[in-house]
Nanobody, 124 residues
Framework: QVQLVESGGGLVQAGGSLRLSCAASGRTFSSYHMAWFRQAPGKEREFVAA????????NYVDSVKGRFTISRDNAKNTLYLQMNILKPEDTAVYYC?????????????????WGQGTQVTVSS
């Protein structure tokens, strides 16, 4: 098993930047493909970005392409999400998720492990 803890959320003005982190412990971090999801009030959990175990493959939802970058440091057991040019519609709780069998799924139900989430609020 792996345990995941997100950090780095906060309140930022539109056009600003935040960097989220997801610290992993337990089973070897590099065993897992990783992803970020987000959930706004009253909405379903939405895929944001994914990275494969080695960091060599990434994919993004169209709404964040060119603004967000997912990365990982396997030596530090940490996943990142650099978010630039933030918009009010990016406001949500952001979650990191892990799966040890499949890379890049956009269905939240296919991920086995989740963090507790970190709130991102973008003011207009």
């Amino acid at each position: 098993q792996v345990q995941l803890v997100e950090s780095g959320g906060g309140l930022v003005q539109a056009g600003g930047s935040l960097r989220l982190s997801c610290a992993a412990s337990g089973r070897t971090f590099s065993s897992y493909h990783m992803a970020w999801f987000r959930q706004a009030p009253g909405k379903e959990r939405e895929f944001v970005a994914a990275v494969n175990w080695s960091g060599t493959s990434r994919n993004y939802v169209d709404s964040v392409k060119g603004r967000f970058t997912i990365s990982r440091d396997n030596a530090k057991n940490t996943l990142y999400l650099q978010m630039n040019i933030l918009k009010p519609e990016d406001t949500a709780v952001y979650y990191c998720a892990a799966d040890d069998t499949k890379y890049g799924s956009r269905w939240w139900s296919e991920y086995d492990y989740w963090g507790q989430g970190t709130q991102v609020t973008v003011s207009s």
